[in-house]
């Protein structure tokens, strides 16, 4: 059973910084496709960033150059380094691994395991 833990949300002026992190249990994030997904109110779930094996990155135009996602094998652990935030990037930012995948995946319906998703609020 794969379980995903997100933390590291929270409230931030803009142009700030938080780093979320995303912790997983039976699963070893080095060899699959994981992906940082958010979503604000009122609004459909939107891909961020994916990372996949050989830590080849991906990222949606609007947070290219501030955000990064990058992980640690070690601690089987993927991270989202978010800078320079803005209101807009006000969302509730959930993690998602796919099993058996090399490509890139920005539909929601292509990753199996989800976490409960953090909360991150930028304000103006």
């Known amino acids: 059973q794969v379980q995903l833990v997100e933390s590291g949300g929270g409230l931030v002026q803009a142009g700030g910084s938080l780093r979320l992190s995303c912790a997983a249990s039976g699963h070893p994030f080095s060899r699959y496709p994981t992906a940082w997904f958010r979503q604000a109110p009122g609004k459909q779930r939107e891909w961020v960033s994916q990372?996949?094996?050989?830590?080849?990155?991906n990222y949606t135009d609007s947070v290219l150059g501030r955000f990064t996602i990058s992980r640690d094998n070690a601690k089987n652990t993927v991270y989202l380094q978010m800078d320079s935030l803005k209101p807009e990037d006000t969302a509730v930012y959930y993690c998602?691994?796919?099993?058996?995948?090399?490509?890139?995946?920005?539909?929601?319906?292509?990753?199996?395991?989800w976490g409960q998703g953090t909360q991150v609020t930028v304000s103006s």
């Open positions: 990372i996949r094996s050989g830590d080849d990155t």
């Open positions: 998602a691994v796919k099993e058996y995948g090399l490509g890139w995946y920005q539909s929601e319906f292509d990753y199996d395991y």
